[in-house]
């Protein structure tokens, strides 16, 4: 089945360390995205890419850093520049077209806790 | 720019009592209204979605339906059931209809929780 992927579920960080969450998805969709979700704040979009080897900075990119080498594939490398890491990021992915908005599949989350 | 609110949460309801969840949006053009539904732990899930004025977006007993004179895409389900439980959000693409690479804004969501 299709779907999109991402590892881990969970992740600790030390002060400090650079990590990186992963996102892979086989629904051969041209776009991508990574949001920042905490407790009453709703989603919060950190970086999105249209086409392999593209990407723009949304809301809150700072302390975030991002590839896409690949169209199945989208990483989010969360630096020890972002003070406050701690949040459940959500990986998603759609289709783009000039005409009509698509709904994004959603991955299962990676719960990232600083130690 | 273009945005959406949701109604504060929690919701508690009791199993098989009516559902309202209000969503109104500002927006440029008439833009695709989304629900998505996220149960705990995980990712969010597209529930329905309606493209242009007066659709009715549906699914899983769920309706919404997309009204420009009030702009409002407010989420209703007839009866609702323990299993429906969750975090409920409403969405749109930012730019209007062609928005710049699809991106979507979120609502703040609105928790959901239904007893016996």
């Known amino acids: 089945d299709g779907g999109i992927t991402q590892s881990p579920k969970y992740l600790f960080r030390k002060e400090g360390q650079n990590v990186t969450l992963s996102c892979e998805q086989n629904?051969?969709?041209?776009?991508m995205y990574w949001y920042r979700q905490d407790p009453g704040q709703g989603l919060r979009l950190i970086y999105y890419s249209q086409i392999v080897n593209d990407f723009q900075k949304g809301d809150i990119a700072e302390g975030y850093s991002v590839s896409r080498e690949k169209k199945e594939s989208f990483p989010l490398t969360v630096t020890s520049a972002q003070k406050n890491p701690t949040a459940f990021y959500l990986c998603?992915?759609?289709?783009?077209?000039?005409?009509?908005?698509?709904?994004?599949?959603f991955g299962s989350g990676t719960r990232l806790t600083v130690v | 720019g273009d945005s959406v609110t949701q109604m504060e949460g929690p919701v508690t309801l009791s199993e098989e009592a009516f559902l309202t969840i209000n969503c109104t949006y500002t927006?440029?053009?008439?833009?695709?209204l989304f629900w998505y539904v996220q149960y705990p732990g995980e990712g969010l899930q597209l529930l329905l979605k309606a493209t242009k004025a007066d659709d009715k977006g549906s699914n899983k007993g769920f309706e919404a339906t997309y009204r420009k004179e009030t702009t409002s895409f407010h989420l209703e389900k007839g009866s609702v059931q323990v299993s429906d439980s969750a975090v409920y959000f409403c969405?749109?693409?930012?730019?209007?209809?062609?928005?710049?690479?699809?991106?979507?804004?979120f609502g703040t969501g609105t928790q959901l929780k239904v007893e016996l």
């Open positions: 969405a749109l693409p930012r730019g209007g209809l062609t928005g710049g690479g699809n991106k979507l804004t």
């Open positions: 998603a992915s759609s289709h783009i077209n000039s005409r009509t908005a698509y709904g994004y599949t």
């Open positions: 927006a440029t053009g008439y833009p695709s």
């Open positions: 629904l051969n969709h041209d776009a």
